[in-house]
């Protein structure tokens, strides 16, 4: 596999495996697109 076919891969993955809604505790319980948010608002 080519690196731009490694590049989609990984990204098809992120898009629709990882759930952006979903709370985590690391976070202190807000999800990844609120906890980007806060620190890039910051």
Known sequence: PSKAA???AI???VE???NLK???SSLGYRT???YEAA???A
């Open 32 to 34: 990844p697109a609120d």
């Open 16 to 18: 629709s495996w990882y």
């Open 11 to 13: 990204f098809e993955w």
């Open 39 to 41: 620190a890039t608002a």
């Open 22 to 24: 979903r709370l985590h």
């Open 6 to 8: 490694a590049h989609a």
